[in-house]
């Protein structure tokens, strides 16, 4: 089993809620109510986005190149 760890940057927002988004995952843009639901709502994103390439036979960000075998462990850290 692989561990692939990908950083986080969790911000609030002026209007109330959080943003977070990720330095290893181009174009990741998650909101939450609460900095877990934000973190929680990211790492269901980025499983989203390796299927996607997968599926479609586009390469995955290198962050996240041990996503690809079917039982690796996504870590998220801030």
Do not use: F, W
């Not at 692939?4 to 002026?14: D, F, I, Y």
């Not at 109330?16 to 843009?29: E, M, N």
């Not at 998650?30 to 586009?58: F, N, P, W």
């Amino acid at each position: 089993m692989h561990e692939t760890a990908v950083r986080l940057r969790v911000e609030p927002l002026t209007e109330g809620g959080y943003l977070a988004t990720s330095p290893d995952v181009p174009g990741l843009v998650a909101e939450g109510r609460t900095v877990a639901e934000a973190v929680e709502i990211a790492q269901g994103l980025i499983r989203k986005i390796v299927e996607s390439c997968i599926e479609h036979g586009d390469p995955l960000p290198p962050a996240l190149s041990n996503m690809a075998d079917p039982e690796a462990v996504l870590r998220t850290r801030q």
